[in-house]
């Protein structure tokens, strides 16, 4: 599957109005830990390793550019075996011999508090960290690469309909990276995954 998605900062008056006649799909706990090794070479191509409550998970960008990138667009490996095929790993490896292997080490832990909502075809998630940062995504799942600039378009649609105005604000593992290793948080911006 993939994940089109876009970050939003809501006021409390723009949460209200966007969660009001939608589904309330439940709240959940959950750490993630993401894994690089010291030059970057994962989070510089941004791609996001992670171990999500202790499953190893790999977010693969789709995006066509990340200059001109207007949402984040990723296909989610989401099983060992998809993940070190993607990595063309020797046969027979397991995630912990590849990780050590490559020198992938935790850069970043977080808890996150999730709120999920479905209103009309969109996921909409309230993410409230464990360093202080808020944030909200309107997300959704497709299988067809081609939708994806239309699913996007759909997104910034959906929330104009909500009286939300795009925001340059990023998710919450750029925001972690930002107020915890500027030498990181430069590196991503030389390297335009963040501008």
Not at 7 to 18: M, P
Not at 82 to 110: H, M, Q, T, V
Not at 158 to 174: C, D, L, M, Q, Y
Request: aromatic share 12%.
């Amino acid at each position: 599957m993939i994940e089109v998605e876009k970050v939003f900062i809501l006021t409390k008056e723009q949460e209200e109005a966007l969660i009001k006649d939608a589904e309330f799909l439940g709240e959940k706990v959950f750490t993630d830990i993401y894994y690089d090794d010291k030059s970057y070479s994962l989070t510089t191509k941004d791609l996001w390793f992670r171990q999500r409550d202790g499953k190893f998970e790999l977010k693969v960008p789709l995006n066509k550019s990340l200059e001109e990138r207007v949402s984040d667009q990723y296909q989610e490996l989401e099983s060992d075996q998809e993940i070190l095929k993607y990595f063309n790993a020797p046969d027979g490896w397991r995630i912990l011999d590849f990780l050590k292997e490559k020198s992938y080490n935790p850069f970043c832990k977080i808890t996150t508090t999730r709120r999920k909502y479905k209103k009309e075809v969109f996921n909409i998630d309230f993410d409230v960290m464990d360093f202080g940062y808020v944030s909200m995504d309107i997300e959704k799942m497709i299988d067809d690469a081609s939708k994806m600039d239309e699913t996007t378009e759909s997104i910034i649609e959906f929330a104009k309909r909500h009286n939300i105005n795009e925001s340059e604000k990023w998710g919450k593992v750029i925001e972690y990276v930002k107020r915890n290793n500027s030498v990181h948080f430069q590196v991503l911006l030389a390297s335009k995954v963040i501008c």
